[in-house]
């Protein structure tokens, strides 16, 4: 009876992890051919205006050209660079975390942030975490390019205390995120936008990043409705305090 009992939740062992491993080749796959796909169109792209080049360059403007061209790699650049990012995310050891102040963090990286709808700053000091400086920097980063890709006017960034939790918060005044999409524009390569062309835009993997960043910090990152009228991206860090104390 026993042994028979032991069999049993040993096969049924055998099957959970069978069927994990399944569903991370499945996984792995879907990654694969996604990437691919997305390699592909500004390769195809480049290609294109090479060939073309080629067979009538007696019409080409070399200036254009090479402007498209360039184009074309920079648009490759920025998918292999965000592709590395997702391969080192949580790859870090325990000593690359630093004890910070969310609130300065927040108000050097905005500083640092390129032109675009101006940011509002509502941030309460004294909200500290340990954290892979450089990758908490990057999710920001992340947010308010998604956030200025978005709004009409404003961007607003908060940082506050809620509970065991610092918050960091990205709103923007656009149009905002259906209830239906909210966990879909985390996957790889998601864009809401199917009218909008790959050569423009994000690469798709920004929130992605995004949220790979907040679990490896133990945290989590979720969106809802904005009091501006667009979308509010929400990260919550546990807060150093209650880091170290867990591990008392």
Do not use: W
């Amino acid at each position: 009876m026993h042994l028979a009992l032991a069999t049993g939740n040993l096969l049924n062992r055998l099957e959970s992890a069978r069927s994990r491993i399944d569903h991370s080749l499945t996984q792995q796959r879907r990654f694969v051919s996604d990437a691919s796909h997305e390699l592909f169109t500004p390769i195809a792209g480049l290609r294109t205006l090479l060939e073309e080049a080629r067979l009538h360059p007696d019409e080409t403007e070399l200036d254009e050209l090479l402007d498209d061209a360039l184009e074309g790699v920079g648009r490759l650049q920025t998918i292999v660079t965000d592709l590395l990012v997702l391969a080192k995310v949580g790859a870090n050891p325990p000593d690359s975390f630093v004890n910070v102040d969310l609130a300065e963090m927040v108000r050097v990286a905005v500083s640092r942030h390129g032109k675009g709808v101006p940011v509002r700053l509502r941030l309460v000091p004294g909200v500290r975490a340990n954290v892979v400086d450089v990758e908490i920097t990057r999710l920001l980063t992340n947010l308010l390019d998604n956030a200025q890709r978005h709004a009409r006017n404003a961007v607003l960034v908060e940082v506050r205390k809620n509970g065991r939790y610092g918050e960091l918060a990205v709103a923007d005044d656009g149009d905002g995120i259906a209830a239906a999409d909210r966990e879909r524009i985390f996957e790889r390569f998601t864009r809401l936008d199917t009218a909008r062309c790959r050569t423009r835009g994000g690469t798709g993997l920004g929130l992605t990043i995004a949220r790979d960043i907040a679990t490896a910090h133990r945290g989590t990152i979720d969106v809802e409705d904005s009091a501006m009228g667009g979308a509010r991206f929400v990260l919550r860090l546990p807060l150093a305090d209650h880091q170290v104390s867990e591990h008392l």
